[in-house]
C-alpha cells in the first residue's frame, strides 16, 4: 500500500500556513505553538528545531517527546473525514494537528481546545 502524500510533506512548509490561519481570526503564533505542544509533547525550541531542519510529518510525529494522551478526545470532521475514526495513526496524528488548528482559529476557548486545559507538556 502506497504512503499518502502528505507524510513527506514537511512540517516547516505547512507551519507557516497554520499561523496565517490562525492570525486571519486574531490568534497568535505562540497560540497555535501550544496547541500543537499539548498534542506532540514539542517545547518551543524543539518546534524550531524542526522547522529548521524540514523534518516530514512522519519524522515530526516519530520525533515528537510524547502524544498527549488526551488527544483521544479530539473528535470531528476535518478533511471530510471524522478524526476518531481514521484507521491510519499517522495520519490520526495529522488531522489531530488539522483539527486543533482549526478550532483555534474558529475561536475557541483554548481551555476548550485543549480539552479542558490540560497541558501535557
Known amino acids: 500500500m502506497a504512503r499518502?502524500?502528505?507524510?513527506?510533506t514537511s512540517f516547516a512548509s505547512i507551519y507557516p500556513l497554520y499561523v496565517a490561519k490562525a492570525e486571519r481570526k486574531?490568534?497568535?503564533?505562540?497560540?497555535v505553538d501550544?496547541?500543537?505542544s499539548w498534542l506532540t509533547g514539542y517545547d518551543a525550541a524543539g518546534l524550531e528545531e524542526a522547522i529548521a531542519?524540514?523534518?516530514?510529518?512522519?519524522?515530526?510525529f516519530a520525533e515528537a517527546p510524547g502524544i498527549n494522551p488526551q488527544a483521544s478526545l479530539i473528535t470531528g470532521v476535518i478533511?471530510?473525514?471524522?478524526?476518531?475514526e481514521i484507521?491510519?495513526?499517522?495520519?490520526?496524528?495529522?488531522?489531530y494537528m488539522d483539527k486543533l488548528v482549526d478550532e483555534l482559529?474558529?475561536?475557541?476557548?483554548?481551555?476548550?481546545?485543549?480539552?479542558d486545559g490540560t497541558v501535557g507538556t
Open 4 to 8: 499518502h502524500r502528505i507524510f513527506a
Open 26 to 31: 486574531n490568534r497568535s503564533r505562540e497560540d
Open 34 to 36: 501550544q496547541v500543537i
Open 53 to 60: 531542519r524540514e523534518v516530514d510529518l512522519e519524522t515530526f
Open 79 to 84: 478533511c471530510g473525514h471524522r478524526v476518531e
Open 87 to 95: 484507521e491510519d495513526p499517522l495520519m490520526q496524528q495529522i488531522r
Open 105 to 115: 482559529a474558529r475561536g475557541k476557548k483554548m481551555a476548550t481546545i485543549l480539552r
